[in-house]
């Protein structure tokens, strides 16, 4: 029995040790801010560190050759987004028909001095 509370101190210990680097060490953290997790693996011995790692622990990147999952589908660039282009087209096609009216002007007053 003294083995078996020697075993799971240590497990706790461990934990305790693991989780409090990977919340200090981590550059975003789920579910909690930072210091709310701190304060849970520090108070809560067995409990506080198995509950960072089921939630608050940040997911994993992804790995290579896997795809990306996205929750929302949206343009990576700008190019790819068909509302930037449809403003874009508008906005192209104002500034070229203005500066065909302003050429026509200048041409007909040309060809009238002349």
């Known amino acids: 029995m003294v083995r078996l509370f020697i075993f799971l101190a240590a497990v706790q210990l461990v934990l305790f040790v693991l989780a409090l680097i990977s919340a200090l060490s981590a550059e975003r953290v789920r579910n909690a801010p930072r ?3 701190i304060l849970l693996i520090l108070v ?14 940040p997911a994993a990147a992804p790995r290579e050759g896997t795809p990306i999952r996205r ?8 190019d790819d987004d068909p509302d930037f282009l449809r403003s874009m087209d508008t906005e192209q096609s104002r500034k070229d028909r203005e500066t065909l009216a302003q050429w026509e002007k200048e041409f007909k007053k040309r060809e009238e001095e002349s």
Request: charged share 10%; hydrophobic share 50%.
């Open 35 to 37: 210091l709310v997790w």
């Open 44 to 57: 809560i011995p067995l409990a506080g560190p198995i509950a960072y790692f089921l939630w608050g622990r």
């Open 71 to 78: 929750t929302k589908a949206r343009p990576s660039s700008p």
